[in-house]
């Protein structure tokens, strides 16, 4: 008789990957001169001794960020805070020890005199007894207040009980400015099991449950409604959430936190619907 023999190989597990020695995220990049922005900095020591005086820095190139923005805030350093050395702005941790990560979130202000431009943030992790590469973060835009319009979306429903059960919205686009806005669309959805009804200022797209709301202008300050109506039936039943998402505009929107917007209403087999 012959043996079989089955072999077994082991797999190595993959390995893992080496976080960098410094990584920012940027929040927004587009400002305007006066605004605020943050950029959190998480520094990582990948070597095998304690870094003394560890600190994250921040640079601008080819402008000096020192040159543009001023530190309002810094969270997670020691009580030294932060603090300007030459160029760049610097956020101390105390020793970090091999493998240690610390992370600092910098509020910084636009200058109100720094004009329209861009620079790349560059960013380091830099002690006492040793500097890191300095690495290249992303791009920062200081807009002209011309060339910026932050619009705005919001959506009301008001529920109708009865035999069909119908739910109408309002959606709602605000210019804040501070430029003119135009060629704005907000493309709203509903659920199943709703049924599309009527709508004003928005298209229906095909047979789907997705409406185009279209604005051709908004001058800064001004806001702009379109409305869209669907159908549950006299067995709807449950909870029922539409949304509404602005997809384009022109020029530049620089604040994506307030682009969309959600409503939920609740169906009682048709007869009683309440947003």
């Known amino acids: ?26 929040s927004p990049t587009t400002v305007l001169p006066g605004q605020t922005f943050t950029v959190t900095e998480t520094i990582y020591n990948n070597q095998n001794f304690t870094v003394t005086f560890a600190k994250a820095a921040i640079y601008g190139s080819p402008t000096a960020i020192t040159d543009v923005v001023d530190v309002v805030s810094c969270t997670g350093v020691t009580s030294l805070g932060c603090f300007q050395a030459g160029s760049s702005y610097r956020a101390p941790f105390g020793d970090l020890e091999a493998g240690g990560t610390r992370t600092v979130v910098f509020t910084l202000r636009v200058k109100d005199n720094a004009a329209p431009g861009q620079f790349t943030l560059q960013h380091q992790f830099v002690g006492d007894n040793y500097a890191f590469d300095i690495l290249d973060g992303p791009v920062i835009t200081i807009a002209s207040p011309s060339t910026l319009a932050d619009v705005k979306v919001g959506l009301g429903a008001t529920g109708h009980g009865g035999l069909n059960a119908r739910i109408d919205y309002t ?21 199943a099991p709703l049924s599309f009804a009527s709508a004003t200022g928005c298209t229906r797209v ?9 604005f051709a202008s908004l001058a800064s300050g001004a806001s702009a409604t379109a409305k869209f109506s669907v159908d549950g039936g006299l067995l ?28 939920s209403c609740s169906a009682l087999t048709g007869l009683i619907v309440t947003c």
């Open 206 to 214: 095909g047979t789907t449950r997705t409406l185009n709301c279209d």
């Open 1 to 26: 008789m012959v043996a079989l023999t089955t072999a077994f190989l082991a797999m190595a597990p993959a390995a893992q990957a080496v976080p960098p020695s410094s990584a920012v995220q940027v």
């Open 236 to 263: 709807a039943l449950g909870t029922y959430t539409a949304t509404a998402q602005r997809t384009a505009s022109s020029p530049t929107d620089p604040n994506s936190a307030n682009d969309s917007a959600s409503k």
């Open 171 to 191: 959606v709602t686009v605000t210019n804040n400015g501070p430029g003119a806005a135009s060629g704005i669309r907000v493309v709203a959805t509903y659920p």
